[in-house]
C-alpha cells in the first residue's frame, strides 16, 4: 500500500485553480524528485500534504489516515516533517542541543528514566548521518548555509518521520555542499519516504530518482529524468516552445 496517495485534489484561490485533479502516489521509503514551472502547484501540493491549506475536492491520504482534516501539528504526529527552503535552526544553541531539543520525548516515568542515555545515543546516530560530528559542539550560527541545512534535515529527523517534504534543498549551496546533500537524502531513503521540490536539474539528477513534472496544478509527466527530460510536453512548458 502506498504510504501517501493524491487523489482528484483541486484547489482554487480567487478563481486560479492551484491545483487542478493533482492524483499520484509515494511508496513507503521512496526517494522522488517534484519539479515544475513556477506557478506549477509546488508548494501548494505541499501545503495540502501538511494540512496547511485544506483541498477543495479530491482525496489525500498517508498510512491510512485522511488528511484532508488534519492540520499542521496533527500531521506532524503522524510522520509528516517538512523543510523549508530557509533553514530554521536555533542559532544561539549548540548543533547537538539543537538535536536534543528536537528528539521526540517519551514523558512517562520509564522513558524519563532511560532517556538520557537513548537521547546521547540517537544524537550521535544523527550527528554521523548529517556528517557534523567534528561541529557539534560549535553554535548553529557558526555553521554554512549547507551545514545549516544538514542540521535542520537532522533535526526533522530527530521527530523520526515516516515521511520528509524537503524544499529546494540545493538552494544556495557550493558543488561539493550540493554533492553532499544528495548523498545524504540518498542514504536516507529507504528509512524514510522523501519528497524533494526543486529547481536545479543537476542536483535532481544526483538523487538519482523518479521524478514527477507538475503543471497549472497537475502530473504532466512522471518517471526517470532523462524520460521526462526528452517528453515534448515537459520541453514545451520548460522552454516555451
Not at 217 to 223: D, K, M, Q, Y
Request: proline share 2%.
Amino acid at each position: 500500500m502506498s504510504l501517501l496517495t493524491l487523489d482528484g485534489v483541486t484547489r482554487s484561490f480567487d478563481g486560479f485553480k492551484a491545483i487542478n485533479g493533482l492524483s499520484f502516489a509515494i511508496e513507503p521509503g521512496e526517494l522522488r524528485a517534484v519539479i515544475g514551472p513556477n506557478g506549477a502547484g509546488k508548494t501548494t501540493m505541499m501545503d495540502i500534504v501538511t494540512g496547511k491549506t485544506r483541498p477543495d475536492g479530491g482525496s489525500v491520504r498517508f498510512d491510512g489516515h485522511d488528511m484532508t482534516k488534519t492540520d499542521e501539528a496533527g500531521s506532524a504526529r503522524l510522520g509528516i516533517g517538512r523543510k523549508f527552503q530557509k533553514p530554521t535552526v536555533f542559532e544561539t544553541h549548540t548543533v547537538e542541543d539543537n538535536l536534543v531539543l528536537s528528539l521526540k520525548d517519551d514523558r512517562s516515568v520509564f522513558g524519563t528514566l532511560f532517556s538520557k542515555t537513548d537521547h546521547a545515543a540517537r544524537v550521535a546516530d544523527l550527528l554521523a548521518l548529517i556528517r557534523l560530528e567534528d561541529r557539534r559542539l560549535d553554535f548553529a550560527a557558526d555553521l554554512s548555509h549547507g551545514q545549516k541545512q544538514w542540521l535542520e534535515i537532522g533535526m526533522l529527523l530527530a521527530q523520526d518521520p515516516k515521511l520528509l517534504l524537503v524544499d529546494e534543498p540545493a538552494a544556495g549551496m557550493t558543488d561539493e555542499e550540493t554533492e553532499r546533500t544528495a548523498t545524504l537524502l540518498r542514504d536516507l531513503a529507504g528509512d524514510h519516504a522523501i519528497v524533494v521540490v526543486e529547481h536545479d536539474m543537476e542536483f535532481v539528477r544526483q538523487l538519482d530518482c523518479k521524478v514527477t513534472v507538475l503543471h497549472q496544478g497537475s502530473v504532466l509527466a512522471e518517471g526517470a529524468l532523462d524520460a521526462v527530460s526528452a517528453n515534448e510536453k515537459v520541453i514545451e512548458v520548460y522552454l516555451g516552445r
